[in-house]
């Protein structure tokens, strides 16, 4: 698999939200049968998947996995499975051990669109309710357009999975599919230490992105 460090770009940074949550032991499930994203930890064969350290992923065929790296800090923001006709972008957060942080979180990624001059709608989706959002942009040959993109919360044990679409799979069903069912083969690392509500879980480039410092 390829891997492609890029400069790290704001796609609806995530809002934090203040409080902690008790680093008390999680007791794991049985290995899990259904659909994702899982607990890390309940995996019991993880041969073909990348371990970014917080998401350990599967490949998406027909796209190349890309790293979102601040180049001040050198720290992983985020995940991108990017093809020809759109991409997927994951970034993953420490949430509460009870509670739903995406009904939180997702008022506040809306205001933050609407300020920006951007629109998000909210629509009822496969994995519960997520937004549908129009953000201006400016064309290379400087006309305006808008770009879409549709926000997927999704929450976890102790975290919340948000996932980005971007493109075509944005806006037509069919494209986002695959996107979609990438989702429920997604890995979330969290560990047992204490981590303050909303702040990101830690991404790690692997080892070969590493040698090839691209």
């Keep these: 698999m390829k891997f492609r460090r890029k ?13 902690e949550e008790s680093a008390d032991e999680v007791a794991l499930d049985e290995t899990p049968t259904g659909a994702g994203p899982f607990d890390a930890e309940d995996l019991v ?22 790293l979102q790296v ?14 020809p006709e759109g991409a997927l972008e994951l970034r993953v957060f420490a949430a509460p051990r009870h509670g739903d942080l995406w009904s939180e979180v997702r008022p506040q990624i809306a205001a933050d669109l609407g300020r920006r001059g951007g629109t998000a709608t909210e629509r009822e989706g496969r994995f519960g309710t997520e937004l549908v959002c129009q953000m201006p942009v ?28 971007l493109g075509r799979p944005a806006v ?18 969290r560990g047992d230490h ?21």
């Design 7 to 19: 400069a790290a770009e704001s796609i609806d940074e995530p809002t934090e939200v203040s409080g």
């Design 45 to 66: 064969d993880t041969e073909g998947r990348v371990d970014l350290g917080a998401l350990v992923l599967l490949p998406v065929p027909g796209t190349e996995l890309q």
């Design 70 to 83: 601040d180049e001040a800090s050198g720290n992983v923001q985020s995940v991108m499975f990017a093809g």
């Design 138 to 165: 400016a064309r290379p040959d400087g006309t305006s357009g808008l770009q879409p993109s549709r926000v997927i919360g999704i929450n976890g044990t102790r975290w919340l999975l948000r996932a980005t679409l």
């Design 172 to 189: 037509e069903p069919e494209t986002g599919e695959p996107f979609e069912e990438a989702l429920t083969t997604v890995a979330v690392r």
């Design 194 to 214: 204490a981590m303050p509500v909303g702040d990101p879980l830690t991404l790690t480039l692997p080892p070969d992105a590493r040698r090839s410092g691209s």
